[in-house]
């Protein structure tokens, strides 16, 4: 009996063994272990959140443009002259080829921009937002009918060498122009210095004016007409011979003459004017004086 027993135990436990696959139910933890999880959707959901947000500006950081108004600086019309230094060609009693060479290390050491009444003219806002920087030089009685002084020549290329521009003051007396004379002034205005005029025959203007008005304005326009055919460019500058000025300003204006140059006063002058009146300064003993006569009279 009890071998009977242990007999239909051992038939049981065959059969169960014997049972096809198919009867035995899938197990999940056997589906984990190939490495491929099911993804979870908190998981994502929070990842997608969090690349949403850094991806949308706040309102803070880009404020509208109506938000954020232009303000327009106003400056003040009336300018300072910049400080303007008078030279000629060297003499026996003043060597200013030699006074020039000091005078360009004292802008240089004081950082002064150096520039012109055109110049000027084309950037009228310059006098208010460099006030105290700007420098300007001219070299007065440049004859277009006949060559150059050498020395004038060596002048002109100090002041390009330093990349300092400057105005010359040309008289054109007859209808002849030297070739070279023509060029080389030529080549000076392209490249950015101004052929201002010294009348046609450098006549006194507040003495030819006494006379006839008439005479002033065949001085002016002349000389404007044959540098003009040069150069290419008309004057809008005109430097008085002797620094005299004329009592009608109005007959100058009519011919396009933007800045009248004298001597005296004109340390300062008012941007909205049709016509404008400029002075300037002579040389003195040395560079280092007169630096500082023309520091003191127009005052940077």
Not at 50 to 66: F, H, L, Q, Y
Not at 169 to 194: H, I, M, N, Q, R
Request: neutral net charge.
């Amino acid at each position: 009996m009890k071998q009977l027993t242990l007999i239909l135990i051992s038939m049981l436990l065959f059969i169960s063994a014997c049972a096809p696959v198919a009867q035995v139910a899938p197990v999940p933890v056997i589906e984990a272990a190939t490495g491929t999880p099911s993804p979870i959707p908190t998981v994502v959901f929070t990842a997608m959140s969090m690349k949403t947000v850094t991806t949308v500006p706040s309102r803070t950081m880009t404020p509208a443009p109506t938000d954020t108004p232009t303000i327009t600086p106003t400056l003040d019309p009336i300018r300072s002259t910049p400080p303007t230094l008078m030279l000629h060609r060297p003499n026996l009693q003043f060597d200013s080829l030699f006074f020039l060479k000091q005078f360009v290390n004292i802008l240089k050491y004081n950082e002064m921009k150096v520039v012109t009444y055109r110049y000027i003219y084309e950037h009228p806002e310059i006098t208010a937002t460099e006030k105290g920087k700007l420098f300007i030089i001219t070299i007065d009685d440049i004859f277009l009918a006949y060559p150059i002084d050498f020395r004038v020549i060596e002048m002109i290329r100090i002041l390009r060498d330093a990349g300092y521009p400057a105005v010359l003051g040309v008289v054109t007396e007859t209808e002849y122009a030297d070739p070279k004379t023509a060029a080389f002034l030529k080549g000076l205005s392209d490249s950015g210095w101004e052929i201002a005029t010294h009348t046609d025959n450098h006549r006194n203007l507040g003495k030819a004016e006494e006379a006839s008005s008439r005479l002033v304005f065949n001085e002016v326009s002349i000389s404007m007409d044959k540098i003009e055919k040069v150069t290419g460019i008309r004057p809008i500058t005109l430097i008085l011979p002797e620094g005299q000025m004329v009592n009608n300003v109005k007959a100058i204006q009519q011919m396009n003459i933007y800045w009248i140059v004298g001597i005296s006063d004109g340390v300062t002058y008012d941007s909205r004017d049709k016509i404008i009146y400029v002075g300037r300064e002579g040389p003195y003993k040395n560079a280092g004086e007169t630096y500082k006569i023309l520091k003191m009279r127009f005052g940077f």
